[in-house]
């Protein structure tokens, strides 16, 4: 379900564009927002990194690409305990350097999330006259047997609300390290 209550016209117009998911029947769908105090720029190089989601995601151990980073390209993530996974098998579906958006789409692994496709952007804002980042994430997803839509979305959305805290978390760690003066060592 897409709930935009509360969302900006910058924020709706986004999504519209770029992060149009039609559900079927058994599936479930809906997006997240987030603004990070960090560039664009910055938020991106760690987005885009299909090869190395454990940058930021938490719940991710280790992740392995086969061959180059490309359009159709697979990765092997090993999830850490304390989720109902081991692994995910996922594929590049898009990446896009100009517009800022990475599609992926899991293709296998042991965990529930069946059909599971997500769309993330950035763009750029200003919070408080600095340059900041509003990142959009959306997904579609089977419902497993035995749940309900809500439950399987409120499921996923915690995840990725996870996820988006702790890219909100490294990048303006990072941001601040860029801010810094150059210290003289002696």
């Given at each position: 379900?897409?709930?935009?209550?509360g969302f900006s016209g910058v924020e709706k117009e986004y999504t519209?564009?770029?992060?149009?998911?039609?559900?079927?029947?058994?599936?479930?769908?809906?997006?997240?927002?987030?603004?990070?105090?960090?560039?664009?720029?910055?938020?991106?190089?760690?987005?885009?990194?299909?090869?190395?989601?454990?940058?930021?995601?938490?719940?991710?151990?280790?992740?392995?690409?086969?061959?180059?980073?490309?359009?159709?390209?697979?990765?092997?993530?090993?999830?850490?305990?304390?989720?109902?996974?081991?692994?995910?098998?996922?594929?590049?579906?898009?990446?896009?350097?100009?517009?800022?958006?990475?599609?992926?789409?899991?293709?296998?692994?042991?965990?529930?999330?069946?059909?599971?496709?997500?769309?993330?952007?950035?763009?750029?804002?200003?919070?408080d006259g600095r340059p900041g980042t509003l990142v959009i994430e959306?997904?579609?997803?089977?419902?497993?047997?035995?749940?309900?839509?809500?439950?399987?979305?409120?499921?996923?959305?915690?995840?990725?609300?996870?996820?988006?805290?702790?890219?909100?978390?490294?990048?303006?760690?990072?941001?601040?390290?860029?801010?810094?003066?150059?210290?003289?060592?002696?």
């Amino acid at each position: 379900m897409m709930n935009a209550n509360g969302f900006s016209g910058v924020e709706k117009e986004y999504t519209r564009k770029h992060h149009l998911h039609e559900p079927a029947e058994n599936q479930c769908s809906s997006f997240l927002v987030k603004h990070i105090r960090a560039p664009v720029h910055l938020v991106w190089s760690l987005v885009r990194r299909f090869d190395q989601p454990q940058k930021y995601k938490p719940f991710v151990s280790r992740c392995i690409v086969q061959g180059d980073l490309e359009i159709g390209s697979l990765r092997e993530v090993d999830v850490k305990s304390g989720l109902p996974a081991t692994t995910s098998t996922e594929r590049l579906e898009l990446l896009d350097d100009e517009e800022h958006i990475l599609s992926v789409r899991i293709v296998g692994g042991d965990h529930r999330l069946r059909n599971y496709s997500s769309i993330i952007s950035v763009h750029p804002e200003v919070i408080d006259g600095r340059p900041g980042t509003l990142v959009i994430e959306s997904f579609v997803v089977d419902v497993p047997e035995g749940n309900t839509k809500d439950e399987t979305c409120y499921f996923v959305e915690a995840l990725i609300n996870c996820n988006l805290k702790s890219l909100a978390d490294v990048s303006e760690r990072l941001a601040v390290q860029d801010r810094t003066e150059p210290i003289d060592h002696v």
